[in-house]
């Protein structure tokens, strides 16, 4: 039986669950690893073991892309796996145990995301820069949160850029930022100057900086959302991806959660690999990857560009498939 008390929904509420039956036919498609493996056996598949299990089990210098999003320093509960806070210390071995463990893995020009909160943050950097290569320090708003009333509201989780060396991939015009442009300047010929006049509005491409307040947190009217507690947005993984990816290369997310990372990885035409200990959040993943081939579409991503949140731009597409630099050059004058 499902850990996930069931909930009275309104009938508006999209999130995404599975029944029993559903749980059971999902269930039967999860791989689990016994001995060493192949590249071609894991790719496009869900692991549902522990990741520290399955580690000695996957091949050397296959992944592009790593994703990690590890319980953060707090005391949570994962559908009834809890994951309790820990001395900073404590937390900081766990941490580098499980990185150096992931190292063997990595190709040698691959790029690393790890997700964190702000107190976390401080704990895994060192790590982060024994092992790799820190480029940056992404800075994401999370509007979601309650109030605090001693205290100021915490609104922002921390990304860390990471690479394995000096060569790594990195697509920065496939993860511009549309922006309306509000004060629009012209060329002495009266022609737009760096922006794109439209009958919805004016338009700028902009550089992605390290600061990101496009984002929106699944919520009950999004069919992305689960009721996994610490859900990424498709957006946000979206981002990491083209970015960090190229279309023939290889993701890997080894605390998949809900499937966030994989579901993204799909729509975008990227290998990838998922690993979770919890069967539910395994079988809610799967779920997803079969709603993907009838939906590819990423909320706040349409015509090749990320949009501003709330704006015009963040209505869906069937089809979101990235723009060659050549389509993009032809859209926007940059």
């Not at 692991?47 to 520290?52: A, N």
Request: charged letters at 25%; one cysteine or more.
């Amino acid at each position: 039986m499902s850990n996930i008390i069931a909930k009275h929904r309104a009938p508006r509420n999209r999130t995404l669950t599975c029944r029993e039956i559903e749980r059971a036919a999902y269930a039967s498609t999860l791989l689990r690893l016994k001995s060493p493996t192949l590249v071609e056996r894991i790719a496009n598949s869900i692991i549902h073991q522990d990741f520290e299990s399955v580690m000695p089990y996957l091949p050397d210098q296959f992944v592009d892309l790593l994703i990690l999003d590890p319980p953060y320093n707090l005391t949570k509960n994962f559908n009834g796996h809890v994951f309790r806070a820990q001395e900073a210390t404590q937390y900081q071995s766990w941490f580098e145990t499980a990185l150096k463990g992931l190292m063997r893995v990595l190709k040698p020009e691959a790029s690393v995301y790890v997700c964190s909160d702000w107190q976390t943050s401080t704990v895994i950097f060192p790590v982060l820069d024994r092992h790799l290569h820190v480029r940056n320090r992404i800075t994401w708003e999370r509007e979601k949160g309650r109030g605090a009333k001693m205290n100021w509201k915490n609104n922002t989780e921390d990304i860390w850029f990471c690479t394995g060396g000096d060569e790594y991939y990195f697509d920065v015009d496939s993860v511009k930022l549309k922006r309306r442009v509000i004060a629009p300047y012209r060329n002495s010929d009266g022609q737009p100057k760096d922006w794109q006049e439209t009958e919805e509005g004016n338009y700028r491409l902009t550089h992605p900086s390290n600061l990101w307040s496009d984002i929106t947190i699944p919520f009950w009217s999004m069919p992305e959302n689960t009721d996994h507690p610490t859900q990424k947005p498709e957006k946000l993984i979206a981002k990491l991806i083209l970015a960090s990816c190229p279309q023939d290369g290889f993701v890997l997310d080894p605390f998949m959660g809900s499937g966030t990372t994989p579901v993204v990885a799909k729509k975008l035409l990227r290998r990838f690999c998922g690993i979770e200990m919890n069967e539910e959040y395994c079988c809610w993943a799967a779920k997803r990857l079969q709603l993907a081939d009838r939906d590819s579409s990423i909320q706040g991503y349409s015509q090749g560009v990320f949009w501003e949140r709330n704006s015009f731009g963040d209505q869906k597409l069937s089809k979101p498939s990235p723009l060659s630099p050549q389509q993009r050059k032809g859209l926007f004058d940059e």
